[in-house]
């Protein structure tokens, strides 16, 4: 099929070349120039793991092309995809004016049409409930094509998204019409391994399954954090209860890793955005409103820890941050807990040293000179009074402790992922402090600074 992705974001980019990965003529339009100029030289702008190889190869074949200019992109599309971006308002609403200008952008492109057949426009961005029957209703009144709105939601995890998008575990559409859902399932055909998996509703029911399932993973996640308060308190383990419960069929064992706090940039923006439609019809979801409570609490129980265990004033401390992605395999930052928990050290008159695999520069943006950056977490624990573990790379795991902690004031590390093992931080002479876990707290060396 001829396919045409406007806007080539995470979700955009990662649904074009997957597209052309299966075989359907794609074209992506950015209007972003200098991302469109990476773009046209085949360099992806984001890190993804496998995304880069894919989308060198369907450059490369022809199968994928960027552009500009909308009107072009359209002569012979078939299926047509809005992936602008939705971000958060200050109040945590949602921001629309992006998805409706490019719908706006794309209903006067139609305008003069000529293409024979129907088109189906795709709203593959997260949008609150009502938005794609009222773009139906947008797009018939200004164009004179024959046309089909339909929601489909994303469902994919940042670190495994090219997987997710080629091996779905459901695809939801959401529309009025059946011809509609008929060129969805062909559209899919290729990725689609079990008829059950393919989820025809209506518009409002696929826009709310998005902000559904974001928030039951988000309050996974929050009751574990809110359980590993409990385990410190009465010296239990985190990791024996998740895996207690998630060997009950009925909970499983996903999303149940006790942490800092959840970031990115679903969770926090699609947890906010339901308080909001709630309350649009008069309902206070007090239990949509304790989730967001117990994350923001969880950067500041870590934060409170680390000040804790320090054995010494905070101010004039030296910290290292090892990681500063709001998870591993990304260069994301949004919503990244290391933003707030670094906002709480600098506010306390710390120096941080921070190191992350793919997220500095990004981070940059954030903190500028006010903290130092490091190329390598050996490097960025040297001097510390402390390390503050925030990001679960795997690298993190194998790192020499024994050199680490010769080098360190005093060698501390507190974990707000709970990702290294307690009896290689005993062997190597740490004081480890994990969320929800015991500690290990051998006695305490400090380094002498003459």
Not at 9 to 33: F, K, M, W
Not at 280 to 297: G, K, P
Not at 302 to 313: I, N, S, W
Request: aromatic letters at 8%; hydrophobic letters at 40%; proline letters at 5%.
């Amino acid at each position: 099929m001829e396919v045409t992705v406007i806007g080539c974001g995470y979700v955009g980019l990662v649904t074009a070349t997957c597209l052309a990965s299966i075989g359907h003529t794609v074209r992506g339009v950015e209007n972003d120039p200098r991302k469109l100029r990476l773009l046209q030289e085949c360099h992806c702008p984001i890190f993804e793991p496998g995304l880069q190889e894919l989308m060198s190869e369907q450059c490369g074949s022809g199968q994928l092309r960027f552009t500009s200019d909308i009107k072009s992109s359209l002569e012979d599309a078939q299926v047509i995809f809005l992936a602008v971006g939705t971000p958060p308002r200050p109040d945590g609403m949602v921001e629309m004016c992006y998805l409706d200008a490019a719908a706006k952008e794309l209903a006067d492109a139609l305008g003069g049409r000529t293409a024979d057949g129907s088109l189906t426009i795709i709203v593959k961005s997260t949008v609150p409930p009502g938005t794609s029957r009222r773009l139906n209703e947008v797009f018939r009144q200004r164009t004179q094509s024959e046309l089909h709105v339909v929601d489909n939601p994303e469902f994919l995890r940042e670190g495994s998204a090219v997987k997710d998008f080629l091996e779905p575990d459901r695809i939801i559409i959401g529309g009025d019409n059946p011809e509609a859902f008929r060129i969805m399932r062909r559209l899919y055909d290729p990725i689609i391994k079990r008829e059950e998996n393919f989820l025809a509703m209506n518009w409002e029911s696929a826009e709310l399954t998005k902000y559904a399932a974001n928030t039951m993973l988000a309050a996974r996640i929050s009751f574990m954090n809110e359980m590993s308060i409990l385990c410190d308190s009465y010296g239990a383990d985190i990791e024996d209860i998740r895996k207690g419960i998630g060997t009950d069929f009925r909970i499983g064992p996903w999303f149940l890793r006790a942490g800092c706090g959840y970031g990115g940039s679903c969770f926090p923006k699609d947890v906010a955005a339901l308080e909001h439609i709630s309350r649009s019809v008069a309902h206070e979801s007090l239990f949509v409103q304790a989730i967001q409570t117990i994350n923001r609490n969880q950067k500041r129980r870590f934060y409170d820890k680390l000040v804790a265990k320090l054995g010494r004033p905070i101010e004039g401390a030296q910290i290292a941050v090892w990681g500063l992605a709001f998870k591993a395999d990304t260069d994301d930052i949004r919503e990244s807990p290391a933003i707030d928990i670094i906002g709480y050290l600098l506010s306390a008159g710390a120096h941080v040293r921070a190191t992350d695999p793919k997220a500095m520069d990004n981070m940059k943006q954030v903190f500028h000179d006010s903290i130092q950056w490091v190329v390598d977490p050996v490097s960025a624990a040297v001097g510390a009074d402390a390390v503050a573990l925030l990001t679960d790379w795997p690298q993190y795991s194998t790192l020499p402790f024994r050199k680490i902690a010769a080098t360190m004031n005093r060698p501390i590390i507190v974990d707000g992922r709970n990702c290294l093992h307690r009896d290689i931080m005993r062997e190597n002479g740490f004081q480890y402090y994990p969320l929800g876990r015991p500690a290990v707290e051998s006695k305490v060396r400090v380094r002498s600074k003459t």
